[in-house]
Structure formats: C-alpha cells, structure tokens
C-alpha cells in the first residue's frame, strides 16, 4: 500500500514539473501587397527611317496639314509651285524633313509621303532610291504589280504594290486603299517612291 501511495506522489510530482504544451502562436496575418497602379507610358510618334504604306515616321496618311505642320514644320519654301490649285493639292518638303522627302496634301488632308533625290530613307523592305527594279520584284513577289512608265521606254516601268494584295481595277479609286509605289527610271533602278492612297499613281505630281 505504501508503494502505491509512493508511486502516485511520484506521478503528482513529474506531472507538477512537466511544462505544459505550448498554445501555438496564431498565424499572422497575410499581408496585402498593393500592385501600384503603372501609367502607361505616352504613346509616341514612329521614328523609324523606314517609309510604310502608312506613312513615314511622325507623318501618318489622313493627317491634317495642321497636324503635318505641327510635326515637322511648314513648307520649306513656300514660294514654290507645288500644285496648279494649292487649295486642292499641293506637294512640298516640310521645313524640318529630311532632304529628299516630299508630302502631299489634297483638300487638307496628308494623301502622300515621296521619296526623291538621294533620299537615304527606305521602305519597309529596306529598297529606296537606286535599288534596281529586279530586287525590288523579288522582296515582293506576286504582290507587286508592274506597270508602263507614262513618259519612259523600258526599262523605266512602275511597280505598285497595295496592302491587301494586287488591285483588279485599271486606277484605284478607294481613299482607304494603301500602298507603295516604286518608280522605275530609264536606268532600270528606282527613282522614285511614293507611299500612301490612290494619290500614289499620280505621276505629275498633283495630276
């Protein structure tokens, strides 16, 4: 009987001195990170060199002449003939464009972007001036669609090609319509190139 007794005070004891379980710590709480709301950034002209169906760099086909005029200055030489009714269409080179690029305008609105001269600037499939007409027939296969120059014997020749595809009808007439045209002198090289709507197939300027 005193065993037991001992052996229950033993319990008692190393009961007493047990340390009793630890309640766990709550778990913290999950913080919410907030996402910062990023401003996007401005929307910025296109400085690229090349010249698109679209236009060329800041100039953008159905801009206004006030919008061109804003971009890239007035008319270098505004004493110059650029149409027989300006009011209707005049072509000239904006004062801070670079050399050897020509705009057009009809009623107000940009039509054209040219290239002329020496322009070192090319299209999107890098041709520009003094490329020959073969190379530029290969870049764009069936798309290009070659035409007799008005003035010139052959080799000179114009080579249009519309975003979309080849045009059936004999002159574009759609003012949605875009595309580039690559004029072919008598050397058999490109002397010229045009971007934009039906203005393209102009081939005295504003007529």
Not at 38 to 54: F, G
Not at 79 to 96: I, L, M, T, W, Y
Not at 118 to 145: C, F, H, N, R
């Amino acid at each position: 009987m005193k065993r037991i007794f001992l052996l229950a005070a033993s319990a008692l004891v190393f009961a007493a001195c047990t340390p009793a379980p630890e309640t766990p710590a709550p778990a913290p709480a999950t913080a919410v990170v907030e996402t910062p709301v990023e401003t996007p950034p401005p929307v910025m002209a296109p400085t690229s060199d090349m010249i698109t169906p679209q236009g060329w760099g800041p100039l953008r086909i159905g801009m206004t002449l006030d919008e061109v005029t804003a971009a890239l200055g007035p008319d270098a030489n505004p004493n110059s003939v650029g149409g027989a009714d300006p009011e209707a269409c005049d072509e000239f080179r904006p004062q801070n464009a670079p050399e050897g690029i020509l705009v057009m305008i009809e009623s107000g609105k940009l039509t054209r972007v040219s290239l002329i001269e020496m322009s070192p600037l090319k299209s999107d499939k890098g041709l520009g001036i003094g490329d020959t007409a073969e190379t530029v027939k290969t870049a764009y296969g069936p798309a290009a669609q070659v035409g007799p120059h008005k003035y010139q014997d052959a080799p000179a020749e114009y080579i249009t090609v519309w975003e979309g595809g080849p045009r059936t009808e004999p002159y574009v007439q759609d003012e949605a319509a875009r595309g580039l045209l690559y004029e072919i002198d008598g050397t058999g090289k490109v002397g010229a190139v045009r971007a934009g709507g039906p203005s393209i197939q102009y081939v005295e300027g504003c007529a």
